[in-house]
């Protein structure tokens, strides 16, 4: 198997997601901006691979991935959970500060796409994921909404690109405030991207909505 790459690989559902797969056997790839946030969830798996990278750093992001490749082959999966989640108000942002958002968000999970699924549909088999959130866009949450609508569009966009090819994109929309111990419990949301992963072909689903 050539593996799992985690895209955002945090305490919440970026390490629940890689302990996931882990458990199957996969190698895994942890891909976070700091050292600081890679180390731990690095260390529960023991023999993850583990590189930083900034999303919003096309070159950064690229050559996180390629390293993943010559380590592991060509991935099975990748998965994308990388976002800022801050409470934002219309027009409270200025416009350098949505296009920051935007560009972890939704600009982060393009590059990777574009990266990984030609060669995915080379092969003919290969599952991306991407975290989704915010079903309902909420006013508080501005920023966020209009990342994860981009996400839904995207997902769409790079299934009618790549899904003919024998790619699965999805998506795993999380309508709740993870938190350990709570209808959003990253470990059960977990779940969903070994289901989506593991799906035959005929049976795909686009997205699975955590309603908790």
């Known amino acids: 198997m050539a593996g799992a790459v985690v895209i ?14 882990a458990r199957e056997g996969l190698p895994i790839t942890l891909i976070a901006r700091t050292e600081a946030t890679l ?4 260390a529960e798996i023991g023999t993850a691979l583990a590189l930083t990278a900034d999303v919003t750093d096309e070159k950064s992001l690229t050559t996180a991935l390629d390293a993943a490749t010559r380590e592991h082959g060509e991935p099975d999966v990748v998965i994308y959970n990388a976002a ?4 934002d108000a219309p027009g409270e942002l200025t416009a350098e ?9 939704v600009v982060g999970a393009i590059t990777t796409a574009a990266h990984v699924a030609p060669g995915m549909a080379e092969r003919g088999s290969g599952t991306i994921i991407i975290t989704g959130g915010m079903p309902d866009a909420i006013p508080e949450y501005t920023s966020l909404s209009l990342g994860k609508a981009g996400v839904r569009a995207l997902v769409s966009l790079l299934d009618k690109r790549f899904g003919p090819s024998g790619v699965h994109v999805a998506s795993v929309t999380v309508a709740g405030a993870v938190a350990k111990g709570t209808p959003f419990d990253p470990d059960d949301i977990a779940e969903h991207y070994w289901r989506l ?5 005929d049976g795909r689903l686009r997205e699975i909505v955590h309603k908790g």
């Open 97 to 105: 500060e949505h296009l920051r958002a935007w560009s972890v968000n």
């Open 197 to 201: 992963h593991t799906q035959p072909h």
């Open 8 to 21: 955002g690989a945090g305490p919440g559902i970026g390490r629940s997601v890689a302990l996931r797969f």
């Open 39 to 42: 180390a731990a969830v690095a």
């Open 84 to 87: 800022v989640i801050q409470a």
